[in-house]
């Protein structure tokens, strides 16, 4: 496996984890959050540098349903953590506290609640219009699932984890956040740390499962759709 295809997972599997921790706010404290978030800047600065030949082709070749799906995605995310990156300096008590800025916290408090939910959400279906890339290197690195038994178990386990991961995203009142119906983030303090972090890691297996079916749901009418066109030829 070539170095740069290393930092960039390595990089993307730190990234996943901050992201995790910074939407505990209320668990880490804002001292932690404000230098958890400088460092998921520094991550994602490392991240566009490392895949900047994206940039380069945007203009090159053709847009397939597929490309523009990826494409928008990722611009997406990068407008969300743009909002995240303005508004947390805004709102820097400690790290960014040097920086001549007064006023502006009553549109930054909004603005961040709303990239960091945008955010999540974005950055899970990020990842899981590459998730059949991260199992290819598993299969790889661990072999095939040959046992046709064990590959149903592991539909149903990711399935099961889809929808509780539905059931957290409800309950923890995501759609209120990112349509800021409710610009204050409210935290149960009496649910377990544990809890909170398997709820956020479901709804983040929620959108992977979504982004990596509904990529294959494209790629396979692509397929339908070039089949059909040899045929009338």
Sequence with gaps: M?????????????????????????I??????????????????????????WYSHLFK???????????VTNFA???????????????SREVFAFLPISGGIALARPLHVLSA???????ALHLGQHWNMILGMVRKAAGPVSSKPLRILLHIAAASVAGYGLYAFLKNQF????FLTSSFVF??????????FTEYIAIMGLFIFLAQYTSRGIQRLAGSRKRLVEKKK
Excluded: C
């Design 2 to 26: 070539k170095k740069k295809l290393i930092y960039k997972i390595v990089i993307d599997m730190i990234m996943t984890v901050l992201l995790l921790f910074l939407m505990a706010r209320q």
């Design 187 to 196: 935290f149960d303090f009496e649910r377990p740390v544990l809890l909170f």
């Design 77 to 91: 995310v990068l407008l969300s953590m743009f909002g995240l990156m303005v508004s947390g300096i805004i709102l």
């Design 175 to 178: 759609l209120s956040y990112m």
């Design 117 to 123: 939910f945008w955010g999540f959400v974005l950055m």
């Design 61 to 71: 070749g053709k847009y397939t349903p597929m490309r523009i799906f990826q494409t």
């Design 28 to 53: 880490t404290g804002d001292s932690a959050h404000e230098w958890l978030g400088a460092g998921m800047l520094l991550l994602w600065i490392a991240h566009h540098i490392l895949n900047r030949g």
